[in-house]
């Protein structure tokens, strides 16, 4: 039986193909070997972003074991990240289409560093990530590997791990034959192998005067330009200028109604920024008091775990650098996986229920979660102020919904969902670092309930559903 180990230099995949090279034929991978490996184990190196390289790795295999996320490359955050959640997706859709029985996805204890260490943490416990290297892209590949499993993608048993030493060693054996229906977890030991550093006093609140907003040119951004403009002084930003956006017309894939981009003179600026280069963020969120985050790709695998979640994580970073306390985080809602394991039958469907993403749609839902992971855990850790506004559809008022048509009852107007986002910079304060605030009409479904961004933002949906439903 041939098993594949990924992440094969670290210490853990060192002792793994030691310990199982008798019980299996192993074949190793990395991006590079800084020793000789064992006699008899086939090595091969290559970056798991490769899908081509991914699909050979895994032919004539009959099980792996994904342990690349527990060895991040130091001083590469962005390819770290991207081998974590991209390298995991890869590998899971390659061993579904080879009908490879499981992965075992190696994590890390030190999700529970925060844990006072008198508990003993068994497999229920939350784990609480922190938002550095080793811990961000264990979780996020959990993450990845969970939505996927549940899914239906392929089976994946989680083991998370202490010290790399032959403690470790049972736990992966078990891991291999532990029923398994989709997901489960199982833990080496019952602590964090490390303590967590004392955390980072929070940042101080300041008023909000300067707002940047990252996608402006997309419709979501120019509601909430059009809404905060008259209070705040705005960085419009985007990957192209303005102008040139503009110009090019409407997109094909964005609602016949949706707002146009829109340029404003001064007191306002504008600035070209990708959201996936570090540098730029960083340069556009100089001088800024909040960041409005509504940049997003849908429909392209590789861009959307960029734009949605290595740009999510290159704003948060600009953020903590330049001590922003307010970022609006925005996205889909995060309840669209269908079947036994989501909630597409069910009704009052709050905020703050887990989320089910899915990972349809070319990654979409997918990968604002894992952004939306990667803003929980910075929140958190620093003391932010991190609204996450969630949309579905969006209505106008120049293409009516029919009377019998199929509304979604998670629907909102572009009107509403711009006041929305300037509700969300406005309010003055949240009642926990990170909160998920649905933004919903008053729809007449009873399904998606908004109380919770009402009462939290004070923000109130102003445009009935019978002035763009025709009832």
């Known amino acids: 039986m041939r098993l594949l180990i990924t992440g094969g230099d670290s210490a853990f995949a060192r002792l793994a193909t030691e310990h199982l090279r008798a019980s299996f034929e192993v074949r190793i991978t990395d991006t590079t070997f800084t020793s000789p490996l064992p006699d008899g184990v086939e090595s091969r190196t290559g970056d798991l972003r490769d899908e081509a390289f991914v699909t050979a790795l895994v032919t004539d295999v009959e099980a792996i074991l994904h342990l690349a996320p527990l060895s991040p490359t130091p001083g590469d955050a962005t390819a770290n990240l991207e081998q974590a959640t991209l390298g995991s997706y890869y590998l899971a859709h390659a061993a579904k289409k080879m009908q490879i029985e499981r992965i075992v996805l190696g994590s890390t204890m030190q999700l529970f560093a925060n844990v006072d260490p008198k508990w003993p943490i068994s497999e229920y416990w939350r784990p609480q990530p922190q938002p550095t290297g080793n811990e961000l892209c264990a979780w996020l590949a959990e993450c990845t590997l969970r939505e996927m499993a549940r899914d239906g ?16 060693l049972p736990t992966i054996q ?18 964090s192998p490390v303590l967590a550093p004392q955390p980072p006093a929070g940042l101080a609140a300041r008023p909000i005067k300067n707002v940047v907003i990252f996608g402006a040119g997309g419709p979501l951004a120019v509601s909430a330009i059009q809404a905060l403009a008259p209070h705040y002084q705005l960085r419009l930003s985007d990957l192209k200028p303005l102008e040139e956006i503009i110009a090019a017309g409407p997109r094909l894939d964005q ?6 981009a829109i340029t404003l003179g001064a007191p306002h600026d504008e600035r070209v920024a990708d959201v996936t280069d570090a540098a730029q963020v960083m340069a556009a969120c ?8 509504c940049t997003v790709i ?27 306390r307010r970022v609006v985080h925005t996205g889909p ?26 990972h349809g749609m070319n990654t979409y839902l997918q990968t604002k979660y894992l952004g939306q992971e990667i803003c929980r855990a910075f929140a958190l850790q620093y003391g932010l102020e991190v609204p996450s506004l969630f949309f579905c559809d969006f209505a106008d008022f120049v293409n009516l919904r029919p009377r019998d048509s199929g509304v979604h009852p998670f629907t909102t107007t572009w009107r509403d969902a711009g006041r929305a986002i300037q509700s969300a910079v406005a ?3 949240l009642p926990t670092p990170f909160e998920i605030l649905h933004i919903n009409s008053d729809m007449p479904h009873g399904v998606f309930p908004n109380d919770k961004a009402k009462r939290i933002l004070g923000w109130q949906p102003q445009d009935a559903p019978e002035s763009w439903w025709q009832v």
């Open 174 to 191: 078990q891991a291999f034959a532990a029923r398994c229906n989709g997901w489960r977890i199982l833990h080496a030991t019952q602590q």
């Open 298 to 324: 849908r429909h392209h695998v590789v861009n959307s775990f960029r734009v949605n979640t290595i740009g999510a994580y290159n704003v948060m970073q600009a953020a903590v650098a330049h001590n922003i």
């Open 255 to 260: 609602h016949p109604g949706a707002p146009r």
């Open 286 to 293: 100089e001088g800024m008091d909040a960041i409005v985050n």
């Open 333 to 358: 809602f995060q309840i669209g996986l269908d079947g036994a394991a989501g909630y597409t039958w069910d009704d009052f469907v709050v905020d703050d229920v887990p989320a089910r993403p899915g």
């Open 153 to 168: 993608v392929i089976p994946t048993v989680c083991i998370r791990l202490g010290n790399a030493d032959a403690t470790v």
């Open 427 to 429: 309010v003055p304060s």
